[in-house]
């Protein structure tokens, strides 16, 4: 930890916030060292005021009618829906809450989280590119991280690199629930998009928001864009996240214009059974729900 300690820095209850180790539309994460357990954690900074504007301008009168109804939650409920979800969770390959600091004084809320030492998956400096074996390892410990969130009835709905975490020992952890849902039954009735273009299955990218689709398959159709993201660099142009525009160029437009088989080749090392079944939902796509969505779910054969 001395390699940590800085000069001047702030004091929060037992945690001593160091420096920032990551950054997003949420806000910013930084090292926080819990000067009672002598551990470090990553403080998860959310500024209430940003997310009340954020939330204002959203208040704007009804748009268009041609434009699609797009339900807006007021994001610090949002913030309260995810800290619900997160405390319901426990996994070895997701994200760990340990604690949220929420004084109503303060314009700041703090969600405490276990310290994933190797940060994000696509962070991890990509001058050796990571070999088809790790790929696989990481493809795996997602599954299971993915097969026990919709197991409780969650779907992430932003699976990408950036949101995975990879610790010491080499295990990724599922974080940022940013977008999550809880559903009821045996799938979630999604309407609208969240989360990130370049990994969005076709039919969650429908400009019809009256339309509905699995949110399971989507978080199966997210995890197959971010194996191929992870097995070609180049997607990822060495470290940044895809731009959704060139990954759609390249991806999407054969997903929708072309069958499914080309689909699968577009992502060579995919022809696994779970995604050719989960796609085998879009060729289908009329009635999603005609078939039990479990034969989406996630197995490894
Ligand atoms: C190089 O070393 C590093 C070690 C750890 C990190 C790191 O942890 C970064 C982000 N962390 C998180 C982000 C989250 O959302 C966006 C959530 C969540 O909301 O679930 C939780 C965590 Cl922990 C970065 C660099």
């Known amino acids: 930890v001395d390699q940590h300690v800085a000069q001047s820095y702030i004091q929060l209850n037992q945690y001593r916030l160091m ?12 090292l926080a060292y819990n000067e009672q357990d002598k551990n470090l954690y990553a403080l998860k900074v959310l500024d209430k005021m940003k997310l009340m504007k954020k939330f204002a301008c959203f208040r704007r009168p009804p748009p268009r009618k041609s434009k699609p109804q797009q339900v807006q939650r007021d994001p610090l409920q949002q913030v309260h829906r995810e800290i619900a979800i997160l405390k319901k969770l426990s996994h070895p390959n997701i994200v760990k809450l340990v604690e949220v600091l929420d004084d109503p004084s303060d314009n700041y809320l703090y969600m405490v989280f276990e310290y994933v030492e190797r940060g994000s998956v696509l962070e991890v400096p990509t001058n050796n590119p990571l070999s088809e074996e790790m790929a696989w390892n990481y493809f795996r410990d997602i599954v299971r ?25 080499g295990q990724v952890k599922i974080a940022d629930f940013g977008v999550s849902s809880e559903f009821e039954g045996l799938d979630a009735f999604l ?33 197959g864009i971010t194996l191929y993201a992870l097995e070609h660099p180049w997607v990822t142009r060495g470290g940044t996240c895809p731009m959704p525009s060139e990954l759609d160029n390249c991806h999407l437009v054969t997903v929708t214009d072309e069958e499914i088989e080309n689909c699968v080749r577009v992502i060579p090392r995919l022809d696994t059974l779970i995604l050719v079944k989960a796609m085998g939902h879009r060729r289908r796509f009329g009635n999603p729900f005609r078939h039990s969505p479990t034969s989406s779910s996630l197995r490894i054969r």
Do not use: C
Request: hydrophobic share 40%; aromatic share 12%; charged share 20%.
């Open 191 to 223: 309407s609208g998009t969240a989360g990130t273009p370049a990994f969005m299955a076709p039919e969650a990218l429908t400009e019809d928001s009256s339309f509905f689709y699995s949110g399971r398959a989507q978080d199966i159709w997210a995890l």
């Open 145 to 169: 991280g993915l097969e026990y969130l919709h197991f409780q009835k969650i779907v992430h709905r932003d699976i990408k690199p950036s949101n995975l975490l990879l610790s010491e020992t």
């Open 19 to 30: 420096e920032e180790i990551g950054m997003g539309s949420y806000g910013i994460v930084k």
